[in-house]
């Protein structure tokens, strides 16, 4: 059974290291944010995940949800327990208000757990990560009254949140939305539909459960124009808070689904539920937009904490199973083979999933810093500046971090040969429950198209454009730096790349809009490439001012930093060329043949 | 659920149009088989696989395999009279000798027909495969007795066949086989040992299994020169060849497995078993591999085969599902969404899948041909070129088509969104089975190693130094063919980056083996893409020949090979550059960690 190790370590190296939480002393809750605090807080994380929730992993992919006659869901065995001490440890409300209870820790410090609890159990992490989104929506869109109403409990874990998006006919295509709203004398309305893939739409594991659903009130436009918002819980409150009579809402079936079984994905009836609506009418799409971007953000972070925890079992098989020699000779002759890890075939998977890995946790920290930023600081050019990088950003973590999860864990599956294939080694379950990164908060074609049809041209092309001038300083000056130049000088064609195909973009798209749709994938990919690349030399410079002073592990860990930070531009940017190119192929043989002719 | 259409017309332009098999009547067994044989033949494969056991598929991977107390095994619903109606139907035996029952039909299109069963049901296929398998190795190394007593049998598919190879120690190195066998004074063995992943290793549809078995002889060199095999049947024969006693043989346990769970994935257990040595002591190797390379074509086969059946189903959803608008204006106003396939995400995910797969078509009825070639031809000269052909490209074949076999299964899952991800749309289950394509009968590490280590420098570099003369030799007439240049100018480029990356290999590698190594799968990725170019230029060229006589559905079918091959000179060429600095940047950064470093 695969186990997990929270990368602490590698946490705190980029947080103080390479970007310095220490400068940020500005921002609201980083002044009382010692190393001391942090380290201790992704401590106590890394025990809670690595003792209690990583071995559930395995029981919730066997045994999954069981949905009773009453309609009623019994989750895995163990989940139950195991949620209880993550709430009473507070987890649940890390990155919330502390009027609501919440420990208000900067969100740079949430994804950090938020990587650690989804390495541990991605179907687990679920309940959680919901809950979290709900209560997010809630804090901008809803009103004081609601706020009060169901923050409180929702913080404590007391409730779990939802988010009712999806239907059998309209999933990327919000306008096709059906479950409509009447409103009733009181101000409350009645919802009816069906939503299908609610996660932890119906479980045991809550004493209520807070859905947000999107619906149509009578009369509303066409289109997501007509969208509006609405709480619905599970019970209904009574008027002092209590939980009063059983709503109209309940769970039809569990999808039966290629992984992430520990979490039950639900189809959910609306059968004249009572709803509230949050925000305005007609207003749902926008507070819908404040969990999903939230909840891309998060979904780019659970491709690479699955690729971390993939790696690390995949690590130590390969230097535990012994087979063949090394292409150098033998390098344990008592032994009956090497162990496989000698094999240059090995090394490589095992270097590729470092690299990613890493250059995706450093994009995430650094983005989960500008969001702090965006939320706290009281420069409004500062936070502009942030909200830019969140908006171009967050297509790019959600599509190229999750692409990348996924074939890493295809990778560290490939590494255990025959035995991957075996359900009891769990290398298959991390794939399969990869897989839906790729897929859902926006599917990753979605994810390109948001950045080459909405993100580049945004205020003009401002956030691209800030980016790109960014990255080009900085490699103008590590060019010059010689122990960064031969990191930096790559990475300078690689931008290039990008700014051509930004270019070529730009120029094409106006008179065929197909072009940016043909070359949109390989654009956001291009961009990954340039995104974690940046962040290669970021910590190959922090690595290099540290390791005069580092010594045994800590050492061998910046070293590291060095050989990896080479190996991605020798084995991962010459990708950036093949990107640009495909791009400026442009449509014409994508769009060529007549639909009948597939 | 999916369905599948065995591309019949696809089949027959290869070995019609592209590579004229009515030019090889001189090898046994073309002369009789006009185009009308050979069309009824596909057709009425054709006809088994869509109606007989494409509807199993799914009932396959919901039901799995049962081993009850008594070690005996049931397959999935419905798998028994199918694989009766198979065996009646004399598949099992379609290019096996007519002397033991068989039709002796050529390779070329006995791998058309294993093409459509894989993309029919990849688990079910595997009970007539490993007999095919056994079969083949008997037929070459068994003795005149052996073959009397088991083939017509395995033929008639009353009994069928396994290959007994891994143990918990041993995969890629057999060398490391603990299975021993003693020999009796009526110079029978006894096998006693562990056997893990033997595919069709014990189940309900044949009256007798007959296991080939990888063991050492007592006292036998250690290594892999001291394997010899045998023939084990699960019922001992009777002097007149009647079934006899029950054998010491039996199945353990059944594997759990990530895919292909209507096939019995058995762990064997030896228990002084009877068995009889195949070809000579301490042959077994060379036995194996018969087994082996056949195995590993047919396993290319099946990448290209998941390929195939995952793009019909996902183009049929692209043209069914309704969701957002063309970007270039509404193309169905009338319907409340267009179909996905006006979405160039969604087209350059088909076009990908279509290049792909039917470049490695391509590939495997060329090689197919050059199988019966090198079996058949009266020429020695001719003989060895053929058999040089199968040398190189059997890894490319089983590495390149099975890992894009996967990606391409993974991008026709994709294109259904969250509906990908639910079991009862079966986009997940080509997924899950595709994958082990990747892995048996050699990882695809294992296959780039045996290309770079062994079959690029074979006999001084002859098979490689004769399919660049080949291809160098067509592109440079279709470079200056006004209708062809297009296609063939691009690949010059790409044969100069293979050629460089060869010339690089062979210069570096006696000085750094582990240059090789790290260079070896993007030199199989690298070699493949060159050889589906040139089939796509061959595709190209035949397509244009036939198309003033063309009309209606053949017309589009042959103007869509010039498009689709123009897509993939512009979208899948230009990842040739990228392997090609890849495999220059050799393997310091890969291999400078310690391993303690992971």
Redesign the interface.
Known sequence: MPTYRAPVEESLFLINDVFHIDRYANLPGFADLSPDIIEATLAEAAKLCEQVIAPLNRVGDMEGCTRHDDASVTTPTGFKEAFRQLTEGGWMGISAPVEYGGQALPGVIGNIVNEFLASANLAFWMYVGLTQGAVDALIIHGSAEQKATYLPAMIAGKWTGTMNL?EP?????L??VRTKAVKQADGSYRISGTK??TSSGEHDMAENIIHLVLARIEGAPAGTRGLSLFVVPKFILEAGGALGPRNQVSCGSI?????IHGNCTCVMNFDDAAGWIVGGENHGLKAMFTMMNHSRLGVGIHGMAISEVAYQNA?AY??ER???RS??GPKFPDK??D?I???????????TIRALTEGARALIVWTGLKHDIAKGSDDPAVREQAEDHLALMTPVIKGYCTDGG?TNA?LA??MY????????NGM?QF??DA??N???EG???VQ??DLV?RKIGLDGGRPVKTFFAEVEAYLAGAAKDEGLSSYAKPMQEALRHLQQATGWLAKNGPA???D???G??DYMHLFGLVAFGFMWCRMVEAARAKLPQAAGDAA??L??KL??G??YM??ML??T??RL??IQ?G?A??????????
């Open positions: 999806t006919q309209c999933g990327t295509d306008g096709m299908i893939f999808e039966h689904k290629m992984g690590a390969s230097k012994l087979q063949g292409l150098t009956p083979a162990p890890i000698v094999h240059p075939d090995v090394r490589r998977s095992l270097m996924f295809v599956q490939q040969g025959g035995h991957g294939y075996i359900a009891e298959e794939v399969r897989r839906i790729q897929i859902y599917a990753n074609g390109a198209m049809g065929n809009h197909d940016p749709g043909a949109a994938c061998q860990r070293n590291a050989v990896t080479r190996f020798e084995r010459p990708e060329a093949m190119a495909r192929s449509s043989s994508t769009m060529a043949l007549p639909a009948d002719a597939f």
